[in-house]
């Protein structure tokens, strides 16, 4: 919204709002904002949610018993303090006329609203198990092929459809059709491994943090011919504008760290961790990155994947492979603190990013 008021620039007295051009400005303007949305609304958010919700989040009975006595009253729903900011702040720095901006903010919308009545049946249910996974899946499924689908729509005819392969130079392999099963499953699979993740206070936000400023560079750089011409990544026109759209998450993710840091007030639930997740992966999907999003997003998946080893295992050999999944919960069974595993996740999802960063050059 506040883009256009680039155009006041005939004067000389109106010249300050030439800066509302340039997208480096709008994405700090929209990380601050974006914050201080989160710094003004947060605290009433929560008592609210807590007079509401009463008991709090139930806690799952075959978790970690230290659960049930240090993390019982507590309110979920905490996804709703990255929301309000963040597309409060979306809409008032990104240009509107771009249609990748309205696909992300519909993924998240859509996202975000099924993990809200996921949180809500467990709060009004009295029960760990929310929704059934069946109506979960279909709902995740149907918003991701969507999103590819529109996705394509936007794209050059030469791009629209292909699959970028990472450490090859401008390698493309055009799959038509077929690319909106490939999106979905990025789009979907990355919603729920940032839910697999949000177990422990903080755990899921800063690694969300951490991918999300990692793809603000990799979207300005796709977006900039220029740049995308010297590292030979795929150009595609109109994505640098996702930066503000990231930009602005990070600033409602510090504003909600600032609440969850343990003790946490308050938990994410996933009315905040389908709709992080599902952005990062509608994000990967414009920029051409999505198998470098499995590397940047590297925590994420080995969470899900010691899901998936925990629970096949188990059917097959009756053997579980790791003392409780996700991985995380694993580690609290060995005798690891919380922050110890918190913070040693944090450094991985680091170094992962870095690891990631490092495909732009390595062509």
């Not at 839910?195 to 422990?200: A, E, Q, R």
């Not at 977006?223 to 503000?244: C, T």
């Not at 946490?264 to 051409?288: E, N, W, Y």
């Amino acid at each position: 919204m506040l883009y256009y008021l680039s155009l006041l620039t005939h004067t000389d007295q109106l010249a300050f709002f030439r800066l509302f051009k340039y997208l480096t400005f709008r994405s700090g303007a929209a990380v601050m904002t974006s914050l201080l949305i989160a710094f003004l609304i947060n605290p009433a958010l929560i008592a609210w949610l807590k007079v509401r919700q009463g008991k709090g989040q139930p806690i799952r009975v075959d978790g970690p018993a230290r659960h049930i006595v240090e993390k019982a009253g507590t309110p979920t729903m905490g996804g709703l303090l990255i929301l309000i900011p963040w597309i409060g702040s979306t809409l008032l720095w990104a240009s509107l006329s771009n249609r990748y901006v309205w696909i992300l903010l519909l993924v998240t919308g859509v996202f975000g609203l099924l993990g809200f009545l996921d949180d809500y049946y467990k709060v009004t249910k009295r029960t760990a198990d929310g929704l059934s996974g069946r109506t979960r899946l279909a709902v995740e499924f149907g918003a991701a092929f969507l999103a590819t689908w529109l996705i394509m729509q936007v794209e050059i005819p030469s791009l629209s459809g292909t699959l970028a392969i990472p450490f090859i130079k401008t390698a493309l392999l055009p799959l038509g059709l077929l690319f909106v099963l490939v999106g979905g499953f990025v789009i979907t699979g990355a919603a729920n491994a940032v839910n697999f993740t949000d177990g422990l206070d903080g755990l899921a936000i800063v690694p969300v943090m951490i991918a999300a400023a990692t793809f603000t560079l990799i979207v300005y750089l796709v977006g900039n011919e220029k740049f995308a011409a010297y590292l030979q990544i795929p150009y595609i026109d109109g994505s640098g504008e996702l930066a503000v759209f990231l930009a602005a998450l990070v600033g409602a993710g510090l504003g909600f760290l600032w609440y969850n840091a343990p003790p946490a007030a308050i938990f994410m639930g996933d009315t905040g961790s389908l709709p992080l997740g599902g952005a990062l992966g509608a994000v990967a999907v414009v920029a051409k990155h999505e198998i470098v999003l499995a590397i940047v997003g590297g925590l994420f998946v080995l969470e899900t994947v010691s899901v998936v080893v925990q629970v096949v295992s188990f059917k097959l050999t009756g053997k579980r492979v790791f003392r409780m999944a996700p991985i995380h919960h694993h580690y609290e069974q060995l005798g690891w603190t919380e922050p110890t595993i918190v913070i040693r996740f944090w450094i991985v999802a680091v170094v992962l990013a870095l690891a990631g960063l490092a495909t732009l050059k390595l062509r």
